[in-house]
């Protein structure tokens, strides 16, 4: 980098003198600056071998949701676990922080999304849901995890990606299906106390699951645009099942026209989708007679649809 130097009368190479603070021009040793404030990180990451500067600074993110944004300052623990300085310790405790309930709820939602892969959106409007609630003192007494796992469930809903409430349970850190059912219910009523009007909740599609349970299964490209494209013209028939009893049935179907070596079996399929394989059935049996209509013609012309099993089988 070259800079003015007043004795030299001309533009010079200069050097940063990083402990100091100063710019000193190369040829006379003029200190040109000094005091310079150096606004790169205090610490080498990774990052520095790129040749780009770290935006990271001291201190932990901003949350927008806690009432000190989240700049709270905590008594750390001595050596060994001790508390270093008792008293400082025991006046914090005393103090109390009124913030403490809704960061262990946060730090819930966030362990309960990692778990289920969920972008940070969902997780961003989990804990929103969950700070409204807590704003109307209403969560006192009640099961955290099932409140949590509501939260996440409504969130995924309203994101437009909806995971099943078996998915939910499996990481609800014990909670049950009923528990989370009826803390779904509550936190609905709730909000819709607040708002005045019932809580958008988006409506779920067979295809919403798809992609995901296709995956699961290790189905490939093919494959799984059948699979889209089945569930989209059987969206025109009236089945009277739930969204994702009729995914797991098309997927059953589907999965019998195929030519994979190694076949997938309805017991995979049931895994795969948390739908019991008594209900994949039932949900085949009302798809059957209407199998013509709704695989796609270009992949059905290379198939018999004579192979596919009988509902009574």
């Not at 070259?2 to 021009?25: L, M, P, Q």
């Not at 150096?38 to 806690?66: H, I, K, M, Q, Y």
Request: proline content about 4%.
């Amino acid at each position: 980098m070259d800079t003015y130097c007043s004795d030299c009368k001309r533009s010079t190479e200069v050097v940063f003198d990083h402990a100091a603070g100063d710019t000193v021009c190369s040829e006379c040793g003029l200190v040109l600056e000094s005091r310079s404030i150096d606004e790169t990180s205090e610490w080498r990451t990774f990052a520095d071998e790129s040749g780009g500067d770290d935006p990271n600074r001291v201190g932990g993110p901003v949350n927008p949701l806690l009432g000190d944004a989240a700049l709270s300052t905590v008594i750390s623990k001595g050596p060994n676990g001790s508390n270093g300085d008792g008293s400082l310790a025991r006046l914090q405790n005393r103090g109390g922080d009124p913030d403490r309930a809704i960061v262990v709820a946060f730090k819930a939602i966030g362990t309960m999304a990692d778990r289920l892969s969920l972008v940070s959106t969902i997780r961003d409007r989990a804990s929103e849901i969950y700070k409204r609630l807590e704003d109307q003192k209403c969560t006192r007494g009640r099961n955290l995890d099932a409140l949590v796992a509501a939260c996440i469930y409504i969130a995924c809903r309203q994101e437009g990606k909806p995971r099943t409430v078996k998915e939910i349970c499996s990481i609800a850190n014990g909670a049950s299906k009923k528990e989370i059912g009826r803390a779904k219910e509550f936190i609905v009523k709730q909000l819709k106390v607040e708002m005045g009007e019932s809580m958008e909740m988006g409506t779920i599609h067979a295809g919403d699951y798809l992609r995901r349970f296709c995956s699961n299964l290790g189905m490939n490209h093919e494959e799984i645009k059948v699979v889209q494209e089945t569930v989209q013209k059987a969206e025109e028939f009236d089945i009277r099942r739930s969204p994702i009893s009729i995914a797991a049935a098309i997927i059953y179907m589907i999965t019998q026209l195929s030519d994979s070596k190694k076949p997938i079996l309805r017991a995979d399929i049931s895994i795969a989708t948390t739908v019991a394989e008594g209900t994949i059935k039932n949900a085949y049996k009302d798809l059957y007679p209407h199998a013509s209509k709704i695989i796609p013609e270009w992949y059905v012309k290379d198939k018999d649809l004579k192979s596919l099993c009988s509902p009574k089988a």
